[in-house]
């Protein structure tokens, strides 16, 4: 099936749509992931730290993979807002516990030290990952 520009362009009302509410969730997510840890990551991001930026970083990864699934699969705009708040949800697990099982994890991201935030990136993509794909109902 061959379509027109005009009809391809038809369907730009909802891509603005579910684009502006994907990335106002990532947005809403990242403040509360933020608001959920002991110590501010823009803030040690914006004086250098690694460390911060490596787990803050991999942590975006594990909350947009989702949020794509979800944009690709949800039936309308609250469906995707309630699918990635169970993205959220997993995300700020993998975060506790991870910190559980780093000891003095906080302290050691804000030294910047980044053995346990290359962890913890790396488990918040993995998490990611199979938080996308089990997202495809």
């Known amino acids: ?60 990864l594990g909350l947009a993979l989702p949020l794509a699934s979800v944009v690709a699969h949800a039936v309308s705009l609250p469906d995707m807002v309630a699918w990635a708040v169970v993205a959220l949800v997993a995300q700020l697990i993998v975060y506790f516990v991870v910190s559980r099982l780093v000891p003095h994890f906080a302290q050691s991201i804000r030294d910047g030290r980044v053995a346990g935030s290359a962890m913890l990136a790396s488990l918040a993509v993995a998490v990611g990952i199979l938080n996308a794909a089990c997202m495809t109902y």
């Open 1 to 60: 099936m061959d379509l027109t520009l005009g009809q391809s362009l038809a369907a730009l009302p909802a891509f603005a749509a579910y684009f502006a509410c994907a990335l106002a969730l990532l947005a809403a997510s990242l403040v509360v992931y933020a608001w959920a840890t002991p110590y501010d990551e823009i803030k040690l991001i914006r004086e250098g730290n690694v460390a911060a930026a490596v787990s803050f970083g991999g942590s975006t």
